[in-house]
């Protein structure tokens, strides 16, 4: 019936709605949740010229849109015999969707720190070849080396834990479901 279609049509703009605010918690924007809820409800790849269309975004908008996703490892382009234009088609696992979430952030955090490490110790270096350091200004500069060690060992520690995520091993200790549990506990 045509009111079904209509509610199981406002059912699916919903859960697409509920997919974009998750994303704001993930610090991606809703854009990119749309368009991943729309291909994940969808089910199938779509164009750029069908999600403008689904979205009402501009073309290069929603190119930029779908790149991101691609750099957020949510999404890739497939390829569709037949075919001519570029497919996009989102990861349908709600885990992996997370992982990849997860770690491509905490990946560029990563990034960014040792960039910023880097940095700062060739500051420090210039500054104690520059010329003699008086004993205090030698005491500071040991001991921001010092709680630059430990902010290179606090992000070794978040390497390690988006590998332990990318690996899969988190779900054997934290499995993807409860044997009998109630889901919505």
Same mark, same amino acid.
């Given at each position: ?17 509920? #997919? &974009? ?5 993930? /610090? @991606? ?5 749309? !368009?991943?809820?729309?291909? %994940? ?32 490892? #949510? &999404? ?5 015999? /037949? @075919? ?5 088609? !989102?990861?349908?696992?709600? %885990? ?90």
């Amino acid at each position: 019936m045509e009111g079904d279609k209509d509610k199981i049509a406002d059912v699916k703009t919903q859960f697409i709605d509920k #997919i &974009a605010d998750n994303m704001s918690s993930f /610090g @991606v924007s809703t854009s990119v949740g749309r !368009v991943l809820g729309i291909i %994940y409800m969808k089910r199938s790849p779509m164009t750029l010229d069908e999600l403008s269309a689904e979205t009402g975004m501009s073309k290069t908008r929603m190119s930029q849109v779908v790149r991101e996703m691609i750099d957020l490892n #949510i &999404a890739e382009r497939v390829f569709q015999k /037949g @075919v001519r234009k570029d497919l996009y088609q !989102v990861e349908q696992d709600y %885990y992996q969707t997370f992982v990849s979430l997860f770690t491509s952030t905490w990946r560029k955090a990563i990034n960014k720190s040792k960039h910023f490490e880097q940095k700062l110790q060739g500051k420090l270096k210039d500054l104690q070849e520059d010329h003699p350091l008086t004993e205090a200004d030698e005491q500071a500069v040991d001991e921001i080396l010092a709680e630059i060690r430990e902010w290179m060992d606090y992000y070794d520690w978040i390497k390690r834990l988006t590998e332990f995520f990318e690996s899969g091993e988190i779900f054997n200790h934290v499995p993807k479901n409860r044997q009998g549990g109630n889901h919505l506990e």
